[in-house]
């Protein structure tokens, strides 16, 4: 369950350009692929094309288009073989499978798009979803016509690979492995849509059937069956059994079947004039749960029943129904959700469920009158819990919004746990309480000053009897996973609450150290650092002080701290490193990962807890790591790790990290640019004398002793980027650091840490001595610096320059320029009102302008408009939906009337970032060519001078079109053309 008070996840937070996906390349192909079995296509490796030596040259945006990346990467189980999908920026993929202990070495094509990379169990087959290729997908797009996934399918023995077109889903038969399913698309390749909503008068539309082929293959025979209409599949954990619904045409065969994968007996369990939906098997895969839908005429929608299945001795399975007009404790009015998975227990003693109003049809059905005729409304009140545009935003949630219920099976009992105010319900795996929240007596002022509460309840499973355990909780965390306590957090303590009594146990008391996030300095009270977790046994856990690891008896016995070194050495084991995806707990009899950061040195690595207690620090570097996978059944590590100039590449390693091999070579994409040289750590002196840093980034090709133009970009603290590589690829926000540091510029990114009731006084007290000290070493240029900054830090840079003349030139995007009526404004994306953002999230204000005036006017921009004399170029779009439309307009108004230098660009359409690709790709060479006009004395364009008036802007943007794309390649005149073919064929060939 998440905290009932986190810091407000409704920040002007836009992810930084300079923190987009990684750049990579791919690993050559070496295999061709051998000739398929009948009825599935074969798929060739993609040749290498060897490019021409060439003199580096800086990257251009052009360029940026064919950029490789690694979007993900996977390892078989038993730690042979390890594969990853690299990616084109704007293009194509390749999925490259490799062994970890041999010289085996695949490469595939898999299309533009994203998708599952996965290997049997038995690590003798990978699966990977492939797309249509890009310049198949723009066609199909051009035709309207629907762009299809497949699925790929590799024998790791032979380096065979087998393609199955319009495949929706695939998946392997779990720990079992030697089966594979993969649902096929429908057959229009649509999306079953939504029933539309009932109309008086007219004859409800029914839903469209939602089932497909599902081929179940046999990997181990290549033998293949068709099953049709399927909707829904899962294999049980085991991998013994399939489960599957049909939803087929009017109906006619709909049904819950299993089919035995070892006989390929199949048994149906339930069938009828119905519709079933959300199967899912418990853990151990001796059961599984289902919803069934039957039409009613009296109601408007379905009214559902919950099923249960359960594993018997000779492979049946017993059923059970919840069906609510048998259940005497049931409320008339209402059914089981549609909408809500149903659970079993881990004892099988019950099943969980949602349950929500059964709307009847009404018995007169009146005519709807025309539109024009109909009055629109949106009525504010204020007393409403949220305002009408965040109800908008959230009304398919809220139509979804059901109460918890279970049935117990044994006592044939219907309990409800949840109403329309204890929305919030987080089921145990185990025991008989459940842990509730009910924050509807505090979500009107927690719409306003974004603080939230909840009362805490323990629910009884076996009759929904409540008891209150916390009245206005700000942090409620998880129970544990045997169900006897859970987690909360109070006035800087952290308490193990029991569920049956109550009782509360302090567990950090007596200690001589906090567990107070000192480094959150928003306007919220002793937030917490955020704990780890429970441990799989539910006796204990694990805690940080921000530092240190602690592991906390449940029953407030002694705290035993894990490891002495964090705090000493400076270095923060922050979060653990999650090597199980289907774990339950942190399992403390296995070795446990921790990510190690060293605050001031900004080295990177790894720390391995035994379960002996004992802790080494492993693979601490220079560098930054952002993967650490585990094979499941082998001590194999897959990781990435880079520096400010050096790629993501892949390793593989032994459990200690310290044996790393290096598996692919991404900087050779790199060979014909000239990139960055390296960063340099600076320290400064900031907002209230605290200590901080910054990142240096150095031009390509940099000399010690020259100063160079420079562009600081700011955020909040950035200086944990130093040892991450940017690559260099177009985003939203227009600003990229390898693109600059590639065109000779150094980039330089401070920290900055603020003091409530100033943001932006106190970004000044930070940025400026973080620049002078910047200027300190020689790298930087003095009169050649510019600002830039986006979202939170476009209103910081909105606010620098109207302080301080020592950039020649700023950029700010989607900035805040006045703090007093953006206040009040509504944030669009999210619906809510911006005020809770202002006192308890990034604007770090301690109330409402009215109570704090000349706070709120001494750090808006638009009042001190006068004092500009850096030129300025803005973004702000008309769509913004974070930072409102007018603030921009507010702005250059304000700065044209007063006679300054400033030019706002706005794409119309767009929200916070920029989305369509050739409007990043135009801000991008605008924000470029308006710093090198300032920062390097290169001519200006026409329209950083002049402008461009309205009708000619279309005629502009066509001509400016060339600046960013690459020309397209000429084809032959005729398609026939065979010695054009041939041609084209032999030089693509060539070394």
């Given amino acids: 369950m998440r905290p009932a008070f986190p810091l407000l996840s409704l920040s002007l937070l836009l992810a930084s350009s300079d923190l987009l996906a990684q750049a990579s390349t791919p690993v050559n192909a070496t295999k061709e692929i051998s000739t398929p079995s009948a009825g599935e296509k074969k798929v060739d490796a993609k040749p290498e094309v060897k490019a021409q030596p060439s003199v580096p040259r800086a990257v251009e945006i052009a360029d940026m288009a064919a950029w490789k990346g690694i979007s993900a990467a996977a390892i078989s189980a038993n730690g042979q073989w390890g594969a990853w999908r690299i990616s084109e920026s704007e293009g194509d993929a390749n999925v490259v499978v490799k062994s970890l202990n041999g010289k085996e070495e695949y490469s595939f094509p898999a299309g533009q798009g994203a998708g599952s990379l996965e290997f ?40 065979k690979a087998t393609t199955v077109d319009k495949v929706r889903k695939f998946a392997f038969a779990n720990q079992r492995g030697g089966w594979i399913a993969m649902h096929k698309a429908m057959a229009d390749s649509a999306a079953p849509a939504a029933p539309a909503p009932a109309v008086p008068g007219v004859p409800p539309v029914p839903a469209k059937p939602k089932g497909s082929d599902l081929l179940l293959k046999n990997l181990k025979t290549g033998v293949s069956l068709n099953l049709g209409n399927v909707s829904e599949f899962e294999f ?59 039409e009613d005429k009296a109601y408007q929608d379905k009214l559902w029943n919950a099923l249960g299945f359960r594993l018997e001795s000779n492979n049946g399975f017993a059923k059970t129904i919840v069906d609510p007009s048998k259940l005497k404790d049931f409320p008339a009015d209402m059914t089981v959700s549609g909408d809500a998975q149903p659970r079993w227990s881990k004892d099988f003693a019950w099943i969980s469920f949602g349950i929500k109003e059964a709307k009847k049809k009404p018995k007169e059905e009146k005519k709807e009158p025309e539109a024009d005729e109909k009055v629109n409304l949106v009525l504010w009140h204020h007393q409403d819990r949220r305002l009408p545009t965040q109800q908008k935003v959230q009304q398919d949630m809220d139509k979804k919004r059901s109460a918890a219920a279970l049935y117990r099976v044994a006592e044939d009992k219907f309990v409800r746990l949840g109403d329309e105010k204890l929305t919030s319900v987080s089921m145990p795996l185990a025991g008989d309480w459940a842990l509730a929240q009910d924050d509807s007596e505090y979500q009107r002022q927690a719409s306003m000053d974004g603080r939230r509460f909840s009362d805490v309840y323990a629910v009884n499973l076996k009759n929904g009897e409540r008891r209150l355990l916390n009245k206005q909780a700000s942090w409620t965390f998880s129970l544990a996973y045997d169900g006897r306590h859970y987690l909360h957090y109070e006035d800087g303590h952290f308490f193990s609450i029991e569920m049956a009594t109550g009782k509360r146990h302090n567990l950090t008391a007596g200690l001589n150290v906090s567990f107070v996030n000192l480094e959150d300095d928003h306007n919220v009270v002793k937030p917490p650092v955020q704990p780890f977790g429970w441990s799989a046994d539910s006796r204990f856990v694990l805690l940080s002080d921000g530092w240190d ?100 590449d892949l390793y593989v390693s032994g459990e200690q990290l310290s044996d790393a091999r290096k598996l692919t070579d991404l900087v050779n994409q790199e060979k014909n640019y000239t990139m960055g040289s390296g960063a340099m750590l600076v320290n400064y002196i900031g907002t209230d004398g605290k200590k901080l840093q910054g990142a240096l980034f150095l031009p390509t090709n940099y000399q010690a002793g020259k100063a160079y133009p420079t562009i600081v970009y700011i955020y909040e603290k950035l200086s944990q980027g130093l040892n991450s590589y940017t690559p260099p690829v177009v985003g939203g ?9 590639s065109h000779g510029y150094a980039v330089f990114n401070p920290d900055i840490t603020y003091r409530l009731n100033d ?106 408009a006068k004092n500009v004399k850096t030129p300025l170029l803005m973004l702000q779009n008309d769509v913004d939906g974070a930072v409102d439309y007018t603030q921009g307009v507010e702005y250059f108004n304000t700065l044209r009337r007063a006679g300054k230098d400033v030019i706002m660009l706005e794409y119309p359409g767009e929200n916070h970032g920029l989305v369509k690709k050739p409007n990043q790709k135009d801000y991008m060479q605008r924000m470029k060519e308006f710093f090198d006009f300032h920062l390097k ?55």
């Fill in 236 to 294: 049980d954990h085991q991998g013994r059994f399939l489960a599957y619904l049909v939803d087929a045409t009017d109906k006619a065969g709909n049904a819950v079947v299993v089919q035995t994968l070892d006989s390929g007996a199949s048994q149906v369990l339930d069938e009828g004039d119905a519709v079933y939906e959300k199967l899912l098997w418990n853990d151990k895969g001796n059961g599984f749960t289902v919803l069934k839908g039957i």
């Fill in 937 to 991: 004395d290169k001519a200006a364009p026409e329209w950083l001078n002049k402008g461009v008036a309205w009708l000619k802007m279309e005629e502009h943007l066509k001509e400016r079109a060339s600046l960013v794309n690459l020309p397209e390649a000429k084809l032959p005149a005729k398609a026939d053309d065979k010695k054009a073919a041939d041609a084209t064929a032999v030089e693509t060939k060539k070394p």
């Fill in 549 to 648: 690891i602690w592991k906390m008896p449940a029953d407030g016995g002694k705290a035993v701290q894990l490891t002495s070194d964090g705090q000493r050495d400076q270095v923060r084991y922050q979060r653990r490193m999650v090597l199980d995806q289907d774990e339950k707990g942190i399992d403390l009899s296995k070795p446990q990962y921790f990510s190690a950061y060293g605050e001031w040195t900004k080295k990177a690595g790894f720390l391995r807890l035994e379960p002996s207690g004992n802790a080494k620090r492993l693979a601490f570097d220079d560098v930054s790591y952002r993967r650490l996978l585990k094979a499941e059944k082998a001590d194999v590590f897959l990781l990435s790790k880079e520096s400010a100039i050096a790629p993501p």
């Fill in 733 to 741: 926000g227009g600003f990229n650091r390898s693109y600059y540091t």
């Fill in 759 to 864: 943001p932006g006084v106190s970004a000044k007290e930070s940025v400026l001595p973080a620049l002078q000290a910047a200027i300190a070493t020689g790298v930087v240029d003095a009169k050649r610096v510019g600002l830039q900054g986006h979202s939170w830090g476009g209103y910081q840079t909105a606010f620098l320059v109207t302080q301080t003349d020592v950039f020649k030139a700023a950029s700010a995007g989607a900035a805040l320029t006045n703090m007093i009526s953006m206040y009040s404004l509504v944030y669009k994306n999210s619906g809510s009102t911006n005020q809770a953002i202002f006192e308890s999230s990034q604007g770090r204000f301690l109330g409402a302008y009215n109570d704090h005036w000349e706070a709120y006017v001494r750090n808006s921009p638009v009042f001190f």
């Fill in 120 to 159: 049997s169990d038995d690590g003798l087959w990978l699966a990977f979803t492939a797309h249509m290729n890009k310049k198949e997908q723009d066609a199909a797009k051009k035709a309207k016509k629907p762009v299809q996934t497949k699925v790929t399918l590799v024998d790791l023995k032979t380096g």
